[in-house]
Each structure stands twice: as C-alpha cells, then as structure tokens.
C-alpha cells in the first residue's frame, strides 16, 4: 500500500474543506494515526478519510485528539504491547476517544460525590461547634476565603454604582439620585439576604477550590472545630492523615475535576491518579469509594475497574474457567471485573483478594447484596 500525503490530500481538498487552521490539524493526525494501522482501503479513499478527521476536528479539540493519539503511539512502545490496528486506525482513535469521555464522566461524578460529602461534614461539624451561623464567625471562615467573598462583594458593589455615574444624553440630575440610591439599596439588600441564608446554604454555593481552604486552614485543623477529627475514619488509623498529605489528594482531585469540566486535555487521560486520591480521602471518610459507584445505580457498568490504567495488571478472580462467579451461570464472556473496595494506590492491584469476574446480568444482584444489603 502506498503512503499517503496527507499535506498534499489537504491542498487538494482546500474548496470543499475551507478552513485552513482544520486542514492543517487533519493532516497531522492523520500523519500520526498512519502509525496505529491503515487508513485507506477498496472502499476508503484517502480524500474521504480526510474530510471524516476534518469534520470531526468542528466539534472536538484537536489537542484532545492529539494527546490520545499520542498516548496510543505510546502505548505500542511498551513490553508486550499488543500490535497496531489490523482495522480502520481512525475508527480505532475515535473509540479511544470515546472511551475517555466515558472515564472523564465517571470520573466527574465521584469528585462530585466526594465534594457532596465533604460539604455535609464540615457544615455539621462546624454547626455541632458553633450553632447554626457560624459561617457569620469571622475565626470560622479562612481569610483568604473571607476576603476573596468580601473583595467580590465589593467589586460588584462599586460596579453598581459605578453604572449610575455614566450619565446618558438626558438623563436628568434626579433620575441619577435615584438610580444611586436604588443601587445602594440593592447593595444593603444583598447584605442582608446573606445573613438570612443558612448554613447550607452558604458551604452548598461554596466551589471545590473554596471548600479546600477550611481544609487549608490551621486554626481550624488541629484546634477549634479539630477538622482533622473528619478524616479519621474507625479503624483505620491511630491518628488523622497529615493536613498537607489530605490537601495533596484534594489539589489532585480538583485538577483532574477541573480539566474534565472544562474539557481540557491533560496527560491523566485515564483518570488513574484522581481515582486513587478520591479512594484514599473517602476511605479516612470511613467511606467506600467503591460504593459511591454501586449506590449511584447498580444496573450501570460504573466499576472501578474500568478507571484504572494497567488493567492487564488485575489478577483474574477465575484464570482457570473465566466465567460469571456466580454458580451455574451459562453466560460466557465479555465478563465485568468487579472490586469489592476502591484501589487507593498502584500497588493495591498487587493483591487478587477482592477482584471478581460476573456476567452483565448477575453483576446487578452481587452490587445490590454488596451495597444495599437493606433493600435501599
């Protein structure tokens, strides 16, 4: 088969695919993923395929693409690696593609529910410590979270009044006494307004970045409410991790958050690192992030599992007869490795205890036994 120049297909195609920035993009893909398997054939010519990448290139980012393309080639460069496509290499990195959104929305929604249950904690602690307006008690809030509120309150404040000032073509002198004085009302009135809202309220509308800064804080650590105390969860330690070691795994889980919602690339690709952070901080939770999964909706295919980068690395729950734990099941494979607890380190896959193989449909019975044994 002949080598294709994509940088001549694209010159060719310059009526039909008129953005040049598109072209240019296509091209180079198409340039890496020659190395991934073939892309033209009997019924592929090299023109279509070029107009498939240039087209999907309008609604995806290029350097998404780029880096799981990337991360492709690499992976052809490991031990064992298993070889490049014998099928269409652009359909390859599509699934490949489609295959990260489905990580980055699992992914999302555990950070999620991590996030849901850190705000719970700290509002009941600090409600138990201080009563139902403490978040009004200058010492219970961060000062840097405090004045970044009190900074944006006061940036809207003057922009407010700020607006009255830019006198318009006839506007009379009344008109603009009065819109200042409805624009310090509307100030006074959001004061106000902030006072009345509850302690629910006020840590709900707080970001994750906001939320990390009580964690943050000293003070509010080891002495006053004792935050620490949060993430000392029964059993499973003598003493409460490390403040810095607990904002390490948060600034991680905030990372990977943030790059999935604002779909950025990032070379975590397969969410591996946030994983492990979310699984350790909701262990000192005394929470299993592994049920986070199972209690969302036990008939989805939510394992964590599918989140973790070296697969290959599980030690099959059945290497003799890979098939569906459960007794005298008839279904073969494809089976669902399941864990009973999230891994919260590499080296966690070491260990075989824990990893099982089901079918499709028996999964949803040993999920519902696992993590709702009451009939939740």
């Known amino acids: 088969m002949s080598v294709v120049d994509w940088q001549e297909v694209a010159k060719d195609l310059g009526e039909v695919c008129p953005s040049s920035t598109y072209r240019e993009e296509a091209a180079r893909l198409l340039v890496k993923c020659a190395a991934l398997g073939p892309l033209t054939g009997v019924d592929r010519t090299a023109a279509n395929e070029f107009r498939r990448v240039y087209r999907f290139l309008h609604y995806n980012e290029a350097a998404r693409l780029h880096s799981v393309v990337d991360e492709l080639l690499a992976s052809l460069q490991r031990k064992n690696a298993a070889p490049p496509s014998t099928r269409n290499a652009w359909n390859y990195v599509v699934g490949a593609y489609d295959r ?48 970044m509120i009190q900074r944006d309150s006061a940036v809207q404040s003057l922009a407010a009044i700020q607006r009255v000032f830019e006198w318009q073509d006839g506007d009379s002198l009344a008109g603009s006494a009065q819109a200042l004085l409805q624009a310090v009302r509307d100030v006074m009135t959001t004061t106000s307004s902030q006072e009345k809202q509850s302690a629910a309220e006020y840590v ?109 690395q599980f030690p099959m729950a059945a290497e003799v007869a890979r098939r569906c734990i459960e007794k005298d099941c008839a279904f073969s494979e494809p089976l669902v490795l399941m864990l009973d607890s999230a891994p919260r380190h590499r080296n966690d896959l070491d260990e075989p205890t824990g990893a099982r193989l089901a079918c499709p449909y028996h999964r949803i019975r040993l999920r519902q036994i696992l993590h709702r044994p009451l009939g939740e």
């Not at 904690?121 to 409600?127: E, G, W």
């Not at 330690?237 to 958050?257: F, G, M, N, Y």
């Open 100 to 147: 990260w959104i489905m990580r980055a929305r699992v992914a999302y929604v555990v950070a999620g529910l991590l996030e849901g249950t850190l705000r719970s904690r700290l509002n009941a602690r600090m409600t138990d410590e201080y009563g139902e307006k403490w978040f009004m008690i200058p010492e219970c809030v961060p000062s840097s979270l405090r004045d």
């Open 204 to 312: 709900s509308h707080l970001s994750f970045g906001q939320l990390r800064t009580f964690f943050q804080a000293k003070r509010l650590w080891s002495k006053g409410p004792k935050l620490e105390q949060l993430f000392l969860a029964p059993g499973n330690a003598s003493d409460p991790p490390l403040k810095s070691t607990v904002d390490e795994q948060l600034a991680t889980i905030q990372k990977i958050r943030n790059e999935v919602a604002h779909y950025r690339p990032a070379p975590d690709t397969k969410f591996a690192n946030s994983l492990y952070a979310a699984a350790r901080v909701a262990r000192w939770l005394d929470v299993d992030l592994q049920h986070f999964y199972g209690a969302v909706d036990t008939r989805m295919t939510t394992e964590l599992s599918i989140l973790v980068d070296d697969r290959e």
